[in-house]
Structure formats: C-alpha cells, structure tokens
C-alpha cells in the first residue's frame, strides 16, 4: 500500500509541475569567471513553459539583459532560493523589463495582449550584486501587477527603479542594500496602486525610496525596516522622500508599521515631502501611522503639501527637529510620542528636537507627548511663526533646556488644556509675540513657570 501512495503522488507531480528552462542548460556556468551574458538571452529566448531559473551559482554579465515580455510571454524568474548571484558588470539594470501597458487600473483598459502575455511578471529569490558604478537592479517599465519578492540587491546604484508607467505593482519582502543611489526610485513615473511591504531597505546614499515627480495615487509603505540612507556628508537626503520641487502629483498614500531611522546628514529627513509651491494641493492625503523615526536631522519635514495626517508614531533623538511644516496646510500632527529615552542621548550627543510649524494654516497638535526639548532660551518644544489657525491642545510638553511654547504672529491661534512642565529655570512656558489676533490661550498648567505675553490680540484665560 505504501508504495503505491508513493507511486501516485510521483504520478501526480510529474503531471502537474511546471518544468524550469534552466540557464545552465543553455551554457550559463555561474562559475563568477565567464560572461554568462549570452547564454541567459538563450535561456530566455527558449522558456517554453514560462519559468526562468538560476541554480545555486555567480553567473556575470556585462550588459542588460533585456526582457520584452510581449514577445517571451508570461514570464517568472527564480534564483533558486537565494543561492544564485547575477553580478552586473555592466551599466544599466542587471535586468530591464518592459511590458506595453498603457492604461489605466480599470479592467477594460487593460488590452488582451497585457493579460494574455504581460501580466503579473515575477521575479524571486535572485541576488543582483552590481560591480560596476553605473549598475542598476532592475528596471520595471509599462507592466501590469508584477511582482518582486524575496530578493537581495546590492552595491547597485538604484535598486529597483520604475520608469514610465506602472499599474498594481508589488514589491515585498526584499532586501536592498548598500546603494550609491536610491534603494526603489520611481522617476518620474505615473502608478496607480503600488506597495512596498516587508523589506529590509538600508544604506542607500541618496534614499531609501524616493519619489521625482511623475504621477503616483494609492501608494502603500508598510511594515518595512528603512534605515541609514544617507551619507553625514550628502545634503537633503532622506530615508523616504517625496520631492515635487520641479512638478508631479502624488496623494493617496500610507506609510505604517515601519522603523524609520538614521544617522545624522546635512539637511537630511527621515520623511521628507517636498511639494510644488505653485501647485502645493499636488502632494497629500498621506497618512503616517504607526512608525518609530529617529536619530536623523528632521525626522518628518513637510513643504508645500496638503491634507496629511501623522498619528500614533513614536520619535526620539533629531538633531535638529522631530517635525517640521512650512508652507502647508490641513495637517493633523496626534497622539504621536517624542520621547526622551536616556539610553539614546549619551554625554556626546547634542540634539535640540521639538516642533516647527511655519508659514502653514488649519493645523492640529493634538495629545502627543513631547519630552527632552533641548536648545536654549531660542528654543521651545513647539515654535510657531507666522501661521493662520493652528491649534494645540491637550499636550504634555516636558523641555529639558528649551521654553515650553514660542510663538510669533499667528493669527487664530488656540492654546488649550496642555500641561508644561519647565525644568530649567532660564526659560518660560510660554512666549507669544506679534500680531495674534483671534487667538486664545486657555486651561494650561505650567507650575514654576509663566506666560510671557507681548502679542496683540490674544486673550489668556486660566
């Protein structure tokens, strides 16, 4: 009876297992000596039942291996469980794969050429090592729903870049790492539904995942590991940027569940928004949900953007601020956490933290906890400069050598139900200046300390 279960079950995956066209069978050594360039195009040129795969080895190229999916068909792509390396040698992308999707997510816009050949591209368990300055990972361009998952690249200059125009595109569980460049660049490219979930995208120069213009609605960033994507020496680089500074449109997106962090660069962010100023309603409707964002010189910079909401997340340690808003309007800053946790600020470290809201109206600072605030009699755990209707209420400000609250000329101001407790005898709870008209400060406490009040056209009330 045994061997006849046995018998059946052989029977019935010799029947049903879908045969690999295997690169060494088409004269690929993966040896890491030979130019296995030509022998991949052969092995592609010949899948059959649309399933590429590199067994356990160090195959080199020196040029793109170009993948047309219109011609190849459905097509994934297999390292064998991690164990093959493609090594570029070459510039460009290791692989570049383009399909001929022009539409849009709707399903009749979708052509029978995409869903019959182009759909759903994979590519699984490869490692991409670039050994040449101008190496790319892979480029993706005009694909329906493809897929990335489980992959390593590394010493590449971009990681995973997307061009042109993408749809329902999926990259989980990856890991990039040690780029020159941005880990996943989408350049100047128009995607509706677009996750990145589950990866680990680390020590790339310029940034992790960077955003440069393009058209980008539904964007999901969650649970992902982004860390140290800077140099100390590169200016304005971020861990996550979003950079509309010379036009585009991104809105409708998360980031969630993620740990965000760095180490110190010159202007840098570990969430960096940068909208068009002539056209800021072009980058909003974000929520950030959930992350832990540290050890940077801004931990969230917005400019020139709309309709943003951060909740719930947890700061600690920025060098110059936790938050920063210029230029922006209706943004929701709630429940979030700056913690001062002795462990993160040995004797050495010096970093002032806190808030700054500039030149932005219709904001919420509402029940957060903000502790440690460093800086000196300049400096305050919320600075608020010329803005239009913000209000801050219900939080607990604990400054370590900074005053509570700054304010200067904002009209329609409300200050309500915080609690400021001053530790250093040099500074005051709070300090408004300037044209304030329509404001209110009402029902905080501040034991020890005062309100300095020089502004015009605001009430105090206990």
């Known amino acids: 009876m045994k061997f006849k279960w046995f018998l059946l079950v052989g029977l019935f995956f010799c029947f049903t297992t879908t045969h ?20 991949i195009i052969r092995a592609l040129k010949s899948v059959e039942d649309g399933y590429l ?37 070459g510039k460009g992308p290791a692989f570049r794969i383009r399909g001929s999707h022009q539409g849009s997510a709707l399903p009749a816009s979708v052509s029978s050429q995409v869903w019959d050949n182009e759909r759903m591209f994979t590519m699984q368990q490869i490692e991409i090592l670039g050994m040449h300055p101008e190496a790319d990972g892979l480029e993706l361009s005009g694909l329906m729903q493809p897929v990335i998952r489980e992959c390593l690249i590394r010493k590449v200059r971009h990681g995973i870049l997307l061009t042109h125009r993408n749809r329902n595109v999926i990259l989980e569980g990856n890991h990039i790492y040690d780029c020159t460049g941005v880990g996943v660049f989408l350049d100047q490219v128009n995607i509706h ?11 790339c120069q310029e940034a992790g995942i960077k955003v440069l213009g393009g058209e980008i609605r539904n964007f999901q960033i969650t649970g992902n590991d982004i860390e140290y994507n800077c140099l100390p020496e590169k200016s304005n680089s971020a861990d996550l940027y979003i950079d509309l500074s010379e036009g585009g449109s991104v809105r409708e997106g998360t ?50 953007a709309r309709g943003i909401s951060i909740l719930g997340n947890t700061f600690v340690r920025a060098y110059y601020k936790h938050f920063v808003v210029k230029n922006s309007q209706n ?34 600072l509402d029940d957060n906890i903000i ?6 009699v300049e400096d305050a755990a919320i600075q608020l400069r010329s803005s239009r209707n913000v209000s801050v209420t219900n939080c607990h400000i604990r400054p370590l050598q900074a005053n509570g609250i700054i304010v200067n000329d904002c009209q329609g101001l409300s200050i309500v139900g915080n609690t400021i407790e001053i530790i250093d005898k040099m500074v005051v709870a709070m300090s408004i200046k300037g044209d304030c008209s329509a404001s209110l400060v009402r029902g905080n406490r501040h034991p020890n300390s005062k309100i300095v ?8 009330r206990k």
């Open 20 to 39: 690999a066209t295997n690169v060494k069978d088409y004269g690929a050594k993966g040896n890491g000596v030979q130019d296995d360039t030509d022998a």
């Open 53 to 89: 795969e590199f067994p356990k080895g160090r195959y080199r190229i020196t040029r793109t291996i170009e993948i047309l999916l219109s011609e190849s068909g459905p097509l994934g792509i297999t390292g064998g469980l991690g164990s093959a390396t493609v090594i570029m040698e």
């Open 193 to 203: 539904q677009m996750i990145i979930s589950h990866s680990h995208i680390s020590y």
């Open 255 to 304: 980031i969630s569940g993620n740990t965000i962090q760095a180490i110190e660069s010159s202007n840098g962010a570990n969430i960096r928004f940068t909208g068009d100023p002539k056209q800021p309603h072009k980058l909003g409707l974000w929520s950030i949900t959930g992350n832990h964002i540290s050890n940077q010189y801004i931990g969230i910079w917005l400019e020139h």
């Open 331 to 364: 943004v929701t800053f709630g429940g979030n956490v700056i913690d001062h946790n002795p462990d993160y600020f040995p004797p050495n470290v010096k970093a002032i933290g806190g808030i700054l809201i500039e030149g932005s109206e219709r904001l919420l």
């Open 371 to 376: 502790e440690g605030v460093a800086g000196g």
């Open 453 to 460: 009040n020089r502004a015009k056209g605001v009430q105090i």
